[in-house]
Structure formats: C-alpha cells, structure tokens
C-alpha cells in the first residue's frame, strides 16, 4: 500500500539552530500539505503545493518558515531559526486532485520536533 | 468563531457499547467531511468520508450528515479498546481547498 514518507520522525534541536523535515508524497499525487499539530490542538495548515506551485502559504510565517517542492515530487520544509514555540508534530500529507471527491488526504507518520 | 468544533471529551465507553462522536461546522457551502482517528504519539489516520446528506456506513463505523444542520457525526458500534485513540473531524471549507481539523475528541473505551 502507498504510503506518505516523512524523515526523520523525531529532531531535538537548540533553539536559533536550523532545522529540515522531508516528505515523499504517495506516488501520483499531485497535492501536497504541510501541517504542524501542538499537542491538543487539531493539524493546521502551514502550506499546500499543486505540483511544484504554492496555493496557499498564508498560515506559513515566513520570517522564519520555508517550504519548496522543486520538481513537484518530494518537499523541504526548513524552520531558521527555531523557536521553543516551534515544537510540535509537522505532518505531511498529500492528495491526488484537489475538488470534492478527490480531495482525501493521506498523513505521512509526522516528524516530533523538540526545540529546547 | 472556529470553522470546526467537536467537544475535546474524554468521552469513557464501556467495551461493546456505542460511541457518538459529534462535530459542527460554520461553513454552509462545505461539501467534504472526513474523519480521522489519531493514537497517541501517531499521525492521522483516514477513517471515513462523505460528502451527501445521510448516513454512510462502513464495517463497525457510520458516519453521518446533516448540511441543514451543520453537523457531522460518527457513530462506533461495538467499541473495542482498540479504538480508544482521539477522532479528528475536518471539514473542506467552500474555496478555501484545503482541509480544517477540530480540536479532536478523546475517546477511552473501557474493557
């Protein structure tokens, strides 16, 4: 069964250190979303790719967060500097089409990451 | 007021019994409903979708709709303690296309 890939699955860093979490979307799929999940809280929406585009990054705070996903497979999503306020779970997750029907969305198994 | 809003529970059920997870939603013009249950420490997990008014059943899992009313439920038949975990509900927002999450609902089934 196709699965979403995300590395590494736990990151402990200092705080002002960068840091980089990778996905590999099920293969085919086009729709590609970066979550970030506080304990207790549902996912949040920090980017949405179709193909290699960003369709929506307005959650994203780009003083700090980037995200790309050059050839519109895999993606990067890069914290510098982090902030103790950044840990969290980062989930990845990818759809085939986005539209009613087609729009379901797989989660990769997340990346825990510790800012201390 | 959030788009989507489930009660944060716990919800306790003894093994064998019902449980009844609800979820409303502020969008009239939302059209995808899905629910995910998530384990502790994991990620979310696909449970069920639907996307017409009504009920959708699938093995001990119903999910149901009611746009008028703007809620969505899922129903758990014979709870197994396997399925204490928290239930995400997330609804598509009419031209946001993207998917918004509730806070989730901690379920305990009790052997």
């Known amino acids: 069964e196709a699965e979403v890939a995300q590395s590494p699955r736990y990151k402990i860093t200092e705080k002002s250190q960068a840091v980089a979490f990778w996905c590999d979307p099920i293969s085919g799929h086009a729709t590609l979303y970066w979550y970030r999940q506080i304990l207790g809280q549902g996912p949040e929406l920090l980017v949405q790719?179709?193909?290699?585009?960003?369709?929506?990054d307005s959650q994203l705070p780009k003083d700090r967060f980037s995200a790309e996903r050059l050839k519109g497979v895999d993606s990067t999503l890069k914290i510098q500097p982090a902030e103790l306020g950044d840990s969290a779970m980062y989930l990845c997750?990818?759809?085939?089409?986005?539209?009613?029907?087609?729009?379901?969305?797989?989660f990769g198994p997340g990346t825990r990451l510790t800012v201390l | 007021q959030k788009e989507v809003e489930q009660n944060s529970g716990p919800l306790s059920v003894p093994e064998g019994a019902i449980a009844s997870l609800n979820c409303t939603y502020s969008d009239r013009g939302s059209q995808s409903f899905f629910w995910y249950r998530q384990y502790s420490g994991k990620s979310p997990e696909l449970i069920m979708s639907i996307y017409s008014n009504g009920d959708k059943e699938d093995g001990r899992f119903t999910a149901q709709l009611n746009k008028a009313s703007q809620y969505v439920s899922l129903l758990i038949r014979d709870s197994q303690p396997s399925d204490s975990a928290t239930y995400l509900c997330?609804?598509?927002?009419?031209?946001?296309?993207?998917?918004?999450f509730g806070t989730g609902t901690r379920l305990t089934v009790i052997p």
């Open positions: 997330a609804v598509n927002v009419a031209g946001a296309n993207n998917l918004f």
């Open positions: 997750a990818s759809s085939s089409l986005a539209g009613v029907g087609t729009d379901t969305q797989y």
């Open positions: 790719f179709q193909d290699e585009s960003v369709v929506d």
